[in-house]
């Protein structure tokens, strides 16, 4: 069983879309995150979130946003789309809001590109 | 603002060679220092980690000390397998901020 999984794996749109990528974790765990992948390979994180907290990366442009409909769903929607955006975006997930001491579970990657 | 530095791949070494990935690392105060690695298809799996100045983290043969006054997370194994082919990043993590390497690439040739 795929503890943290993503949808999709690939991602091709236009400039000026509007796309969500979805994000499930089946370990119970409280803590969800989101990380963008940039062209050097460097991960960046872009939100953390649980029930109680949102934690926003302040760099991450106000066309991401994280909607959450429960605990196991963490789903990245993306107003707006610019070249920019294209990367690979990292899910995961971990017990507690602290938790980056924690282990963290990441999905497989969702690539993105723009066009 | 805090950084992470790993050397730049790829690594190709054959089976059994010994392994070095150098990471060095930017940061106020006192980051604590992780090591992911990153199998094909798969998602980032915690390797191993280190909170504090000279503690040695260490997981499936491979080990990596932090050395706070080298500003250094080496990540060594004595003996690499085929199934150790992956991309490993060094990480750190302060201030609530996670930063991460660019990854190196490891082939392990038999």
């Known amino acids: 069983d795929t503890a943290v999984s993503q949808t999709p794996k690939y991602l091709v749109t236009q400039m000026g879309n509007d796309k969500s990528i979805k994000c499930e974790q089946n370990?119970?765990?409280?803590?969800m995150y989101w990380y963008k992948q940039d062209s050097k390979k460097f991960l960046k994180i872009m939100f953390s979130?649980?029930?109680?907290?949102?934690?926003i990366n302040e760099t991450v442009p106000n066309r991401f946003s994280p909607k959450s409909p429960d605990k196991a769903h963490l789903n990245l929607h993306i107003n707006s789309l610019e070249l920019g955006d294209s990367a690979v975006y990292f899910c995961a997930s971990s017990q507690d809001l602290g938790g980056f001491l924690d282990t963290q579970y990441f999905g497989p990657g969702t690539r993105l590109t723009v066009l | 603002g805090d950084s992470v530095t790993q050397m730049e791949g790829p690594v190709t070494l054959s089976e059994e060679a010994f392994l070095t990935i150098n990471c060095t690392y930017t940061a106020t105060g006192y980051p604590s220092l992780f090591w992911y690695v990153q199998y094909p298809g798969e998602g980032l799996q915690l390797l191993l980690k280190a909170t504090k100045a000279d503690d040695k983290g260490s997981n499936k043969g491979f080990e990596a000390t932090y050395r706070k006054e080298t500003t250094s997370f080496h990540l060594e194994k004595g003996s690499v397998q085929v199934s150790d082919s992956a991309v490993y990043f060094c990480a750190l993590y302060n201030n609530n901020d996670m930063r991460f390497g660019a990854g190196t690439r490891l082939t392990v040739k038999p």
């Open positions: 979130y649980n029930n109680k907290e949102l934690i």
């Open positions: 370990l119970g765990h409280d803590t």
